[in-house]
């Protein structure tokens, strides 16, 4: 029996290693997956806050130009390829003073992922936007 035994417990060594590299590889897959989902939610996360950035930041200042809060609105979002901003004020065709609401908006934004970089599509980002209405600041109306 003692023969049996031996040649059993032989033939076995070296299991362990072999399911653990199994195991390993499919859970490294899964944990970077994970981290990868991640940054495409923090970028989601991103690219409303650059909205809400944006809107507040052109009802409470007195910027001229909606090519600067454009400006402003991408810098904050880094991990985007590519993404289109706009400002729109209403009523349309108003000017600093008269402006009731203003609308900033992102679209066409894409964010590649690493994971699997090789074969990897560019992830499409919802368009998002964000009204808000204009303030004054007490500044008697005058923005």
């Given at each position: 029996m003692t023969r049996l035994g031996n040649r059993l417990q032989c033939t076995q060594r070296?299991?362990?290693i072999v399911?653990?590299?199994l195991v390993s590889v499919l859970l490294v897959?899964?944990?970077v997956g994970i981290l990868q989902f991640g940054i495409v939610l923090f970028t989601f996360n991103s690219a409303i806050e650059a909205t809400r950035r944006g809107a507040r930041l052109a009802v409470v200042s007195s910027i001229a130009s909606d090519a600067d809060i454009?400006?402003?609105t991408l810098e904050t979002l880094p991990l985007l390829d590519t993404c289109d901003a706009a400002v729109a004020r209403y009523p349309m065709g108003c000017d600093l003073?008269?402006?009731t609401h203003v609308r900033v908006s992102l679209s066409g934004c894409t964010?590649?992922?690493w994971f699997f970089w090789p074969i990897a599509t560019p992830v499409a980002i919802p368009p998002f936007s964000t009204a808000?209405?204009?303030e004054s600041l007490g500044n008697n109306g005058a923005p």
């Open positions: 070296g299991a362990a399911e653990f590299a897959t899964l944990l454009v400006t402003r003073a008269t402006c964010v590649a992922p808000l209405p204009r």
